[in-house]
């Protein structure tokens, strides 16, 4: 091969990357071929240490810490010491810095844990937010308590409001864990004083009275302040029942003597008949309500994609429980949902019926129980469902009834269950062989991957209804939801009224 020949090969070459590439392309590349670097950073993890070379310009675009020594003409080298991380991490990071993407799907939770730290550290404020959204997809009951400890070490709103968000969902296996008896007092403190917590409040001070003996087996009123301190005034007692209070607190060297008699009284007059002292918590508002509550029609959803990333994270306010007139076939919303990508937060995943099954139409008693066992391919936040209306019962007008019936979800495990969810429909809804009625849950419940929940639909008003026999598993923009009819197939034969659930994104 000749000079120009082999000149000509590295011309054509130099000209791929910079032709018909987007400017991110072009950077990663230079960054990849090492070209123009003028920028190295030193990480440091258990003694050793790995260096990157890299761009100025590319680092004070991610960060403004270092403007003033980036500024500085030639090459500069910057030592970055914390803690011990993982050089691995780090690249994951300056990837971002180039291309504008993350790859959070092949981290763990300590691996986030470990980006946030650093985009905290040296205010990177973009990472900041794409770690606040990886949180809320990769927690679940067990990785949550890596978070908690973290938030002890690094106060921050924004994660905390995720651990909120996550705990007011997604609490009971959480006050299962051995975890949560070893926890450090200012854990405890922020768990306690949630507002929402999907479970009864006489559960979680059983919990904090176990959390306690943990911390002294022989404990007294005086060693119940000294270790629970501030902790001791957000707990609400007064949402106990007087059976409750005096079985599992009174009796349990919780409270001093005089403060049990001051509550006690007040539960069982039910009037707030004596005052209460100052360290006793005033609230009587369960944290979780499982009477019905109408939801108020045409709210918008909570939660897009925007909200999550945005690290203020908006009040939370529930989707809509409105009728639906019409019965859209799935190809239909799903060119809805195409064409408001941008607007919608929720995932409508419809159970697409057996071919071999015929529309049946089954007469009911009251009350009649439907129990569906739904299990996901990936954590997901289950927020309602799409029922089957009667058909025009007999004294009705066409076009709407009384409907009466409530929904559960409980979480399986080695042969026991636990309550997750319950909501009451009690309202009007539209008749007829082709109409629905989506019931959307108050507090809606995280499902956690390859986990089995029982969904139970109890209908407590007697009449005609057509059910469908549905296929055992669908898959929609990436999650695999698997359904099994049990408990019915007596008497629907498999079949049942659930035509779709609702997740948040």
Known sequence: MSVEEEFETVKISDCDWRSGKTLM?????????QLG????IAVISDGNKKTFQCHKMIIRRLTPVFDRTLNDPGDVFLPLDIGNLDPDIFAEILKYAYTDKLDFKNMDMKDVIAVYKVASAYQMDAIRQQCNKAFLVKMNEKNVWYLLSF??????VDLERCLSLFLSVSFNDCLKS??????????????????????????????????????????????????????????????????????????????????????LVNLVSGNKAMPLPDHICKLDTPRIKLQDEPLEPNSPTPFSEEQLENPTFPAKVEPSAALVETNPTSEDENKKAASTSGEIDYLLVHRPADPKFHLTMFSLEAPGAINVNIEVSKSAI???????????????????????????????????????????????????????????????????????YLLKVVLRKPGMYMFNKRLN??????????????????????????QAIFFRR
Not at 25 to 33: A, P, R, S
Not at 473 to 491: A, E, I, M, P, T
Request: proline share 4%; glycine share 6%.
């Open 382 to 452: 289950l927020t309602g469902v799409r029922i089957t209306s009667q058909v025009t019962p007999v004294g009705c007008e066409p076009g709407n009834y009384q409907e009466d019936m409530y929904i559960s979800v409980m979480a399986i495990s080695n042969g026991l269950m636990s309550h997750y969810v319950y909501q009451k429909y009690a309202r009007t809804a539209q008749n007829g062989q082709n109409k629905y009625f989506d019931v959307m849950f108050k507090h809606p419940c995280m499902l956690q991957e390859k986990k089995v």
């Open 37 to 40: 670097v003028d920028l190295k």
């Open 473 to 498: 598993s669908v898959s929609v923009d990436g999650y695999l939801v698997k359904f099994n009819v049990g408990g019915s197939n007596k008497s629907t034969h498999g079949a049942d009224p659930i």
């Open 25 to 33: 392309d072009q950077l990663w590349f230079m960054y990849e071929k």
């Open 151 to 156: 938030m002890e070490e690094q106060s921050d």
């Open 178 to 263: 051995p975890k949560f008896r070893n926890c450090s007092l200012k854990v405890l403190e922020f768990i306690v004083g949630q507002e929402e917590l999907p479970v009864a409040e006489v559960n979680l001070i059983e919990s904090v009275i176990r959390w306690a003996k943990h911390k002294d087996p022989e404990l007294t009123p005086e060693k119940s302040i000294e270790l629970l301190g501030l902790c001791l005034g957000k707990i609400r007692f007064l949402c106990l029942t007087p059976a409750e209070f005096t079985e599992v607190v009174a009796l349990s060297g919780l409270l001093l003597q005089e403060d049990c008699f001051s509550i």
